[in-house]
Every structure is written in structure tokens, then in C-alpha cells.
């Protein structure tokens, strides 16, 4: 007799016998029950990966064009392109190996206990995960409190509200949206925000492409001003921007969004995910290094202003603004899920329903404080970017291009003798020392900003 997968709610079903029967069931956990809801399709699946990658981080590609010039930019974004992809079916065809096996894997952290023993799940990979995780909801939300601010800015040049004002405004709406209790809850608005990233990308591109052919078009000068060991510094930095950018963090509770049986159904999202990142990383990233060269900002949308005055119109600015603005909202709760899953789990009762008084109230007090915590921190450090590359050399690039090469190689034990045993060594080891080097560039650009670093500074 054959088992199949263990849902959402951690029970084993069997099919022996007309009505088929439990087996013997683990303890519900009510943050895979009411969170990680197996009920999505390949389609769902490719909306939720689509606003995990495709997010407003991709618009300081041309930042890191910068560090890098034409022909490392270009390589670097291909590859971390194609890596990725190739990451990501790696760890979807071992979720679909346990699956198969009976035991399938809701969270990154039971991938980890399963494969490679209970102290990675539980003291590396669940802590790394989370605050991996719960950076990007930080980020995204001095995201979404600067591009209120640009919003602003455009219709009152001279206001003076402070980024902190704007931050605590983007703060209340996630506080809102993020009582929403499941991840597939969130299904119909990654489909409009798939749309969003479209529409401020395709808005970015051809900014950028009006202000390279305008007659205020600024100079154009493609070389690194970097010289020496800052110039290897830079590239380093750029290289963590760019795996931070593709990073995605949160596979297997995307394909635990997937409803039984799963085989093949991760691909097809993939694809779709892909199809849209092609379109935009490259158009963004290519569009703005060409129109501002060296010059180019954190964000290529700061390039949009000169001297406080817009270089575009202000209607396209705000619909690019706006498009921004509501997309990372979207992205911020797809980021929130596994502080959600842990919350539901400590506080949540399984055997009550879940939308009963008795898990609707702490969930309404701990998402709530978990949104307050990130948007104060946000306010508190609009340096956090320079964290969140920190953060991405030690905890993007280790799970998105390191485990999942790891946990295939263990999983299937593929012989020493083939290519692919040995290019998943070479990418995990590639890899393991970029995000040594990455993560002491970090921490230098972190300690060369904190001469200029001030509290709920109006950046």
C-alpha cells in the first residue's frame, strides 16, 4: 500500500482500506494548517514566486552596473540568472522526492532536519531563513516609505514631511493587509502585482531611454571610478547585490502552497516566473546604466530627479511611483509568511478553526507587532540597504546557491564521476567564498556609512 504526501496540517493519509484511514499523525501544527494551505495551483505557484523575485530591489541593477561595467554586468546578471533557476528545480525535484516518498516538506527549516540532520533545521537554516526573511520586510518598507515620499515630492518639491512620516504611513497599510491568515490568500494580489512590476519597469525602461535621447540627457561615462582595492571592494558588493535581487528565500513554502500531487507543478511556476524576470531584470538594468552610466543611483528612479526638478513628466512619474509603491506592499507580505508560520504555531490553536476568536486575536496582536517592529527599525535606519547586502552575501547566497546544490547531492547521491555531481560542487564552493568576500565588503561599506549615519535621517 502507498502513502501519499503529508498535508498541510501534518497528517499522513493512507490508502489502504474503501474510506482509507489517519496514520499515526504528528502533533498539528497549526502554522503549516492555517499558513502553508496546500489548495494553490502551477499558476498560484508562479504569482507567488514572481512578487518574491520580481521586486523593486531589481532597480539598483544599474547601481551595480556601476561596480561592474558593461561586460561584467552583463555576465554577472546572466549567470546569477541561469544559477538560480537551476538552484530552484534542484530544490523542487527533492520537495517532489520526499513528497513522492510520503513526507513532504512544508518548510525550509524540515528540508534541512530531514536531509541534513536536526541541528541545521533548527540553529542555522530556520534562524538564517527568518531573518533573511524578516530583513526583506524591513527593506520593503523604507522601500514603500521612499517611494510615498517621491510621490509626494512630485506634486510639493518643497514639502517638508520626512521620510520617517512616510515610512510609519506605508507601515499602517502593511499592518492592514498583513492580517490576511494564509499565503494562499495572497494568490489574487501576486497576480496584480505581477502586472505592477511589469508596468514600473516597462515605465523605468522608458524613462530611462526618453532622458538618454533628451537634449538635458546627462553625460554618459561608463568607467569605474573605483580604483585598487575599492574597485574590488565594488565588485564583490555589486555581486551581492545581484544574488540579493534574484534571491528568493522561501521555495518550499511556495510549492507548500501547491495542492497534492506536485510533481512537475513547481517547474511550470518557474517558468512563468522567469519568463517575467528575463523581461524586466535586463530591461531595467541595461535601459538604466545607458542612460546615466556611472552615475546611476541606488535606485535609478532618484536619476528620474535632477536639483529637486523631475526630468520626466509628472504623470508618468507617479504612475511609475504608484506601481512601485503598491507592488512592494505585496512584496512585504509574501515576506512576512514564515515570521506568520512561527507566530501561528507558538500562539495558534490547530483544533480550533481558523477564523475562531481563539487564534483570530493573537494573531491580530502578533502580526501586528511583528509590521510595528519592522516599520520602526525602518524609520530608525534608512541605511538599512548596506544591511540588507550584508545580509544577502550571508543568507541569500547560502540558501538560494549553496543548500539547495547540497541537498540535492545528499538527497539522490549522485555518482562522483558525473557533471552533475561536480557542477554542484563547483557552484557550492564558487559560491561559499562569494559570500565570505561579499559579506566583508558589506561590513566595510557599513562601516564607511556610519560616518555619515544619523537616526530617522531624511534621506
Request: glycine content about 10%; overall charge positive; aromatic content about 12%.
Given at each position: 500500500?502507498?502513502?501519499?504526501?503529508?498535508?498541510?496540517?501534518?497528517?499522513?493519509?493512507?490508502?489502504?482500506?474503501?474510506?482509507?484511514?489517519?496514520?499515526?499523525?504528528?502533533?498539528?501544527?497549526?502554522?503549516?494548517?492555517?499558513?502553508?494551505?496546500?489548495?494553490?495551483?502551477?499558476?498560484?505557484?508562479?504569482?507567488?514566486?514572481?512578487?518574491?523575485?520580481?521586486?523593486?530591489?531589481?532597480?539598483?541593477?544599474?547601481?551595480?552596473?556601476?561596480?561592474?561595467?558593461?561586460?561584467?554586468?552583463?555576465?554577472?546578471?546572466?549567470?546569477?540568472?541561469?544559477?538560480?533557476?537551476?538552484?530552484?528545480?534542484?530544490?523542487?525535484?527533492?520537495?517532489?522526492?520526499?513528497?513522492?516518498?510520503?513526507?513532504?516538506?512544508?518548510?525550509?527549516?524540515?528540508?534541512?532536519?530531514?536531509?541534513?540532520?536536526?541541528?541545521?533545521?533548527?540553529?542555522?537554516?530556520?534562524?538564517?531563513?527568518?531573518?533573511?526573511?524578516?530583513?526583506?520586510?524591513?527593506?520593503?518598507?523604507?522601500?514603500?516609505?521612499?517611494?510615498?515620499?517621491?510621490?509626494?515630492?512630485?506634486?510639493?518639491?518643497?514639502?517638508?514631511?520626512?521620510?520617517?512620516?512616510?515610512?510609519?504611513?506605508?507601515?499602517?497599510?502593511?499592518?492592514?493587509?498583513?492580517?490576511?491568515?494564509?499565503?494562499?490568500?495572497?494568490?489574487?494580489?501576486?497576480?496584480?502585482?505581477?502586472?505592477?512590476?511589469?508596468?514600473?519597469?516597462?515605465?523605468?525602461?522608458?524613462?530611462?531611454?526618453?532622458?538618454?535621447?533628451?537634449?538635458?540627457?546627462?553625460?554618459?561615462?561608463?568607467?569605474?571610478?573605483?580604483?585598487?582595492?575599492?574597485?574590488?571592494?565594488?565588485?564583490?558588493?555589486?555581486?551581492?547585490?545581484?544574488?540579493?535581487?534574484?534571491?528568493?528565500?522561501?521555495?518550499?513554502?511556495?510549492?507548500?502552497?501547491?495542492?497534492?500531487?506536485?510533481?512537475?507543478?513547481?517547474?511550470?511556476?518557474?517558468?512563468?516566473?522567469?519568463?517575467?524576470?528575463?523581461?524586466?531584470?535586463?530591461?531595467?538594468?541595461?535601459?538604466?546604466?545607458?542612460?546615466?552610466?556611472?552615475?546611476?543611483?541606488?535606485?535609478?528612479?532618484?536619476?528620474?530627479?535632477?536639483?529637486?526638478?523631475?526630468?520626466?513628466?509628472?504623470?508618468?512619474?507617479?504612475?511609475?511611483?504608484?506601481?512601485?509603491?503598491?507592488?512592494?506592499?505585496?512584496?512585504?507580505?509574501?515576506?512576512?509568511?514564515?515570521?506568520?508560520?512561527?507566530?501561528?504555531?507558538?500562539?495558534?490553536?490547530?483544533?480550533?478553526?481558523?477564523?475562531?476568536?481563539?487564534?483570530?486575536?493573537?494573531?491580530?496582536?502578533?502580526?501586528?507587532?511583528?509590521?510595528?517592529?519592522?516599520?520602526?527599525?525602518?524609520?530608525?535606519?534608512?541605511?538599512?540597504?548596506?544591511?540588507?547586502?550584508?545580509?544577502?552575501?550571508?543568507?541569500?547566497?547560502?540558501?538560494?546557491?549553496?543548500?539547495?546544490?547540497?541537498?540535492?547531492?545528499?538527497?539522490?547521491?549522485?555518482?562522483?564521476?558525473?557533471?552533475?555531481?561536480?557542477?554542484?560542487?563547483?557552484?557550492?564552493?564558487?559560491?561559499?567564498?562569494?559570500?565570505?568576500?561579499?559579506?566583508?565588503?558589506s561590513v566595510r561599506q557599513i562601516v564607511l556609512d556610519t560616518k555619515t549615519f544619523r537616526?530617522?535621517?531624511?534621506?
Open positions: 500500500m502507498g502513502t501519499v504526501a503529508l498535508d498541510s496540517a501534518g497528517i499522513s493519509l493512507k490508502d489502504g482500506g474503501e474510506n482509507g484511514g489517519l496514520a499515526n499523525p504528528k502533533k498539528l501544527d497549526a502554522g503549516a494548517l492555517f499558513v502553508l494551505k496546500s489548495e494553490g495551483s502551477w499558476l498560484h505557484c508562479g504569482y507567488h514566486l514572481t512578487t518574491a523575485i520580481v521586486a523593486p530591489a531589481l532597480l539598483s541593477l544599474p547601481f551595480a552596473f556601476t561596480l561592474l561595467g558593461w561586460i561584467g554586468g552583463v555576465l554577472c546578471l546572466t549567470s546569477a540568472g541561469l544559477v538560480t533557476f537551476y538552484s530552484y528545480s534542484l530544490l523542487s525535484i527533492v520537495l517532489e522526492h520526499y513528497a513522492q516518498l510520503g513526507k513532504r516538506h512544508l518548510r525550509f527549516r524540515d528540508m534541512a532536519h530531514d536531509i541534513l540532520g536536526p541541528g541545521w533545521g533548527r540553529y542555522f537554516v530556520g534562524p538564517l531563513q527568518l531573518g533573511i526573511c524578516y530583513g526583506a520586510v524591513i527593506a520593503c518598507t523604507l522601500l514603500g516609505g521612499q517611494s510615498l515620499k517621491y510621490i509626494y515630492l512630485v506634486s510639493s518639491p518643497n514639502g517638508s514631511m520626512q521620510l520617517y512620516q512616510f515610512i510609519m504611513m506605508f507601515g499602517g497599510l502593511t499592518l492592514i493587509m498583513a492580517q490576511m491568515p494564509s499565503f494562499h490568500s495572497l494568490r489574487h494580489i501576486n497576480l496584480v502585482s505581477l502586472f505592477l512590476c511589469l508596468t514600473y519597469c516597462a515605465c523605468t525602461t522608458a524613462g530611462a531611454i526618453y532622458i538618454g535621447y533628451s537634449r538635458n540627457a546627462p553625460t554618459r561615462d561608463y568607467t569605474i571610478n573605483r580604483v585598487g582595492i575599492n574597485r574590488a571592494f565594488g565588485v564583490f558588493s555589486a555581486i551581492s547585490i545581484i544574488a540579493t535581487t534574484y534571491g528568493n528565500g522561501i521555495i518550499p513554502e511556495i510549492q507548500a502552497t501547491i495542492a497534492p500531487p506536485v510533481t512537475g507543478k513547481m517547474f511550470k511556476g518557474l517558468l512563468v516566473c522567469y519568463s517575467v524576470v528575463i523581461s524586466t531584470f535586463f530591461s531595467v538594468a541595461i535601459s538604466g546604466y545607458w542612460a546615466f552610466g556611472n552615475q546611476s543611483q541606488g535606485s535609478v528612479l532618484s536619476n528620474f530627479m535632477a536639483n529637486g526638478k523631475p526630468l520626466l513628466p509628472k504623470w508618468f512619474l507617479v504612475i511609475t511611483y504608484v506601481s512601485t509603491l503598491v507592488q512592494v506592499s505585496a512584496v512585504n507580505l509574501v515576506y512576512l509568511q514564515p515570521t506568520n508560520v512561527i507566530i501561528e504555531r507558538q500562539f495558534a490553536d490547530p483544533n480550533k478553526g481558523e477564523l475562531a476568536v481563539r487564534n483570530v486575536v493573537p494573531r491580530l496582536i502578533f502580526r501586528s507587532l511583528s509590521v510595528i517592529i519592522a516599520t520602526t527599525v525602518a524609520a530608525m535606519l534608512p541605511f538599512f540597504g548596506d544591511i540588507m547586502a550584508l545580509f544577502g552575501a550571508f543568507g541569500c547566497i547560502p540558501l538560494d546557491f549553496i543548500l539547495p546544490m547540497i541537498f540535492y547531492n545528499v538527497t539522490f547521491k549522485p555518482s562522483k564521476r558525473s557533471f552533475i555531481y561536480w557542477g554542484n560542487s563547483l557552484i557550492a564552493t564558487i559560491s561559499t567564498v562569494l559570500a565570505v568576500v561579499g559579506a566583508v565588503a537616526l530617522f535621517a531624511n534621506m
